[in-house]
């Protein structure tokens, strides 16, 4: 199984990024797909999700109304939509796959997923 994320880089503040997932090796509509990111010093953290189904979003506080997340089944690619970008957006995002197509849930919880990408950094600059 391989999730290969893409799309990070270097924005201003107030900037938009499109972040990718690209899974294989898995059936990708049993997964609900998820990002998440680290911060320097920082642990890590849940930022959105979406069901296996795509019916379902979830999205942290932080960044509820500026990000967006969406999946193509036929590309097998889960997506992060990111605008108004901010400096405390700053991170490294990973995407990660749950198996749960039996439950249909969004979770937060990082240990409740099966695989994980290999991270993608974005910087915003103030």
């Known amino acids: 199984v391989q999730l290969q994320a893409s799309g990070g880089g270097l924005v201003q503040a107030g900037g938009s990024l499109r972040l990718s997932c690209a899974a294989s090796?898995?059936?990708?509509?049993?997964?609900?797909m998820s990002w998440f990111r680290q911060a320097p010093g920082k642990e890590r953290e849940f930022v959105s999700g979406?069901?296996?189904?795509?019916?379902?979003?979830y999205y942290a506080d932080s960044v509820k109304g500026r990000f967006t997340i969406s999946r193509d089944s036929a590309k097998k690619t889960v997506y992060l939509q990111m605008n108004s970008l901010k400096p405390e957006d700053t991170a490294v995002y990973y995407c990660?796959?749950?198996?749960?197509?039996?439950?249909?849930?969004?979770?937060?919880?990082?240990?409740?997923?099966?695989?994980w990408g290999q991270g993608t950094e974005v910087t915003v600059s103030s």
């Open positions: 990660a796959a749950d198996y749960a197509r039996l439950v249909g849930r969004i979770t937060v919880d990082a240990a409740s997923y099966d695989y």
């Open positions: 090796g898995l059936t990708f509509n049993n997964y609900a």
């Open positions: 979406i069901s296996w189904s795509g019916s379902s979003t």
